[in-house]
């Protein structure tokens, strides 16, 4: 299953590799990254793929949540089906 | 690939602007549950409901976690129950209501409609026997919604029904300090998969069991409408139809989810402008941000019109199963533009009448005095269920006679209901009008002016 994680918060150093290191502990594959800064703004948008994660996709979202807790980012992860269905006809 | 834009403008929407689902609504025929004996009928419609709807509350939790997407609500809508127990050899209905309280309890649900009778041309014994049941229903449980539906576009009003109604509302407000009242709605041309409640039921015409999404969304729409200011209604139009095509997709998309992993078909997504009590969250909003000062003012009518056709335009672009009522709801306790304008003096209970012509519903969580009389709240029934025989579409009434308060006093309902300034009824008494009884025949459908 493919999803979108997104991170959003103020820039620090080490935030991709904090985040790719929970993903990759899980099992869950990065497709693609896109990131940017706005402002003051880290902007962080990647594709995954679900397939191989070795824990359920509740327990993965609140581990990404607790630690974009801890490092003041918001940290989402939500099936891609749900952009698909809003912005594509 | 989605870009960038479209998922940080989602995560917007949800995050900010209040965009959720707004309930997960299964409904589940009690037609098998009939029985002479009323106690065997209460324990079959228990064991249907805790049966059918044991993974309702689970799958939504699900789903939630899973698209990222809030689903505030999940319930239960069921057969009108003067249907279901038509059989039941019992003077009282009252302990049914307690029997769907208790099964609602169980599955986890925080609403459960379907207390209700079809009485639009006139009444069975069963249909007498739950409206007498009402007031006790609503006071003793704490999850069970009711509605009657009093009239129809194509059977007239039952203006024996109204009269009752009327008692029935202010007997209820009395027993329950009016909180039973924000569980009871009176209808004319009520639909039959609506998920919202408290008018939700599970019609005859629907299968055994079915799963209906209701979606909502009027801070997406206010704030879509923020980013067009000053331009002309054009645009103002194709912003909302293209604003409710994307909140319907979405909904569906969690409709086709639930239904799949449920096991039970999906019926319909009813997109609806339900506003909450919480900042950001008000269909009075999306109308002053039209230009209009306060709502109330004059054009708030026209421009409730133009909000509700959108709506529903981009509703029927987005999903082949648009149903429920779908439309802008206007209660005035749930919607804190309402309120203000309500408290303000400038939204009087005759302008909100005038709105319920090009709203999706009608006259919805008003508090008034009271001593309020029973024929006058009866009549607001039936200029109401005038209104929507005439138009054939849904109205409805949800007034609350509170007892001891009188205007200018405020109620509060507690949680979604949220509170409500006491407005001014005309003084002016419609008893003997009330008073004649029978029904008013169904308008002809031709000569239209």
């Given at each position: 299953m493919k999803a979108i994680?997104?991170?959003?918060?103020?820039?620090?150093?080490?935030?991709?590799?904090?985040?790719?290191?929970?993903?990759?502990?899980?099992?869950?594959?990065?497709?693609?990254?896109?990131?940017?800064?706005?402002?003051?703004?880290?902007?962080?948008?990647?594709?995954?793929?679900?397939?191989?994660?070795?824990?359920?996709?509740?327990e993965l979202s609140e581990l990404l949540k607790k630690d974009g807790a801890e490092h003041g980012l918001d940290i989402r992860i939500q099936r891609e089906d749900i952009f698909e269905a809003m912005h594509r006809i | 690939m989605i870009t960038t834009n479209e998922i940080l403008e989602t995560i917007e929407m949800i995050s900010q602007q209040h965009l959720d689902i707004r309930t997960i609504t299964m409904g589940i025929s009690l037609r098998d549950c009939g029985h002479p004996d009323v106690k065997v009928c209460c324990g079959k419609i228990y064991d249907k409901i805790t049966r059918c709807a044991k993974d309702?509350?689970?799958?939504?939790?699900?789903?939630?976690?899973?698209?990222?997407?809030?689903?505030?609500?999940?319930?239960?809508?069921?057969?009108?129950?003067?249907?279901?127990?038509?059989?039941?050899?019992?003077?009282?209905?009252?302990p049914i209501a307690t029997a769907l309280d208790r099964a609602a309890a169980e599955v986890g649900v925080n609403f459960i409609g379907g207390f209700s009778a079809l009485v639009q041309k006139g009444f069975t014994r069963g249909d007498r026997r739950l409206i007498r049941a009402i007031p006790e229903?609503?006071?003793?449980?704490?999850?069970?919604?009711?509605?009657?539906?009093?009239?129809?576009?194509?059977?007239?009003?039952?203006?024996?029904?109204?009269?009752?109604?009327?008692?029935?509302?202010?007997?209820?407000?009395?027993?329950?300090?009016?909180?039973?009242?924000?569980?009871?709605v009176v209808f004319c041309n009520a639909v039959e998969d609506n998920p919202f409640m408290a008018g939700a039921f599970h019609g005859v015409g629907e299968p055994e069991c079915v799963v209906n999404v209701g979606v909502s969304g009027p801070g997406v729409v206010h704030s879509a409408l923020q980013k067009v200011k000053g331009q002309s209604f054009d645009v103002v139009a194709e912003t909302v139809k293209k604003t409710a095509f994307r909140v319907t997709r979405m909904g569906e998309l969690v409709a086709q989810e639930a239904s799949r992993r449920l096991g039970v078909p999906f019926?319909?997504?009813d997109l609806s402008l339900a506003p909450t009590p919480a900042v950001g969250d008000s269909v009075a909003d999306i109308l002053e941000e039209m230009g209009l000062e306060s709502v109330g003012a004059p054009g708030t009518t026209a421009a409730l019109a133009l909000l509700n056709d959108a709506v529903k335009k981009g509703g029927v672009m987005a999903s082949s199963n648009v149903g429920g009522l779908s439309g802008a709801f206007i209660p005035v306790s749930e919607d804190a533009g309402m309120i203000r304008a309500a408290a303000s003096g400038k939204l009087t209970i005759e302008?909100?009448?005038?709105?319920?012509?090009?709203?999706?519903?009608?006259?919805?969580?008003?508090?008034?005095?009271?001593d309020t009389p029973a024929e006058t709240i009866s009549a607001v029934i039936a200029d109401e269920a005038a209104i929507g025989?005439?138009?054939?579409?849904?109205?409805?009434?949800?007034?609350?006679?509170?007892?001891?308060?009188?205007?200018?006093?405020?109620v509060d309902f507690g949680g979604l209901l949220g509170s409500a300034p006491v407005m001014p009824v005309n003084p002016a008494s419609p008893r003997d009008f009330i008073a004649r009884g029978g029904r008013i025949p169904a308008p002809i459908n031709s000569l239209k002016n």
């Open positions: 994680v997104t991170v959003i918060g103020k820039d620090t150093v080490g935030i991709i590799a904090n985040v790719c290191s929970i993903l990759a502990q899980s099992g869950v594959n990065v497709l693609d990254i896109s990131q940017t800064v706005m402002r003051e703004y880290f902007t962080m948008i990647m594709l995954v793929d679900t397939a191989g994660c070795e824990i359920s996709f509740a | 309702l509350v689970k799958t939504g939790e699900d789903i939630e976690r899973e698209f990222g997407i809030p689903i505030v609500n999940k319930r239960v809508s069921v057969t009108p129950v003067a249907v279901a127990c038509e059989c039941c050899d019992t003077e009282d209905y009252a229903a609503l006071t003793a449980t704490e999850r069970v919604c009711s509605s009657v539906n009093v009239a129809s576009t194509r059977a007239g009003i039952n203006m024996d029904a109204v009269a009752i109604m009327g008692r029935v509302i202010k007997r209820t407000a009395e027993m329950s300090r009016g909180q039973g009242c924000a569980k009871l019926g319909i997504v302008k909100l009448e005038a709105m319920t012509c090009v709203c999706s519903v009608g006259l919805d969580m008003i508090a008034v005095p009271g025989m005439i138009n054939q579409k849904t109205t409805a009434v949800r007034l609350i006679p509170v007892p001891g308060k009188t205007v200018g006093d405020r």
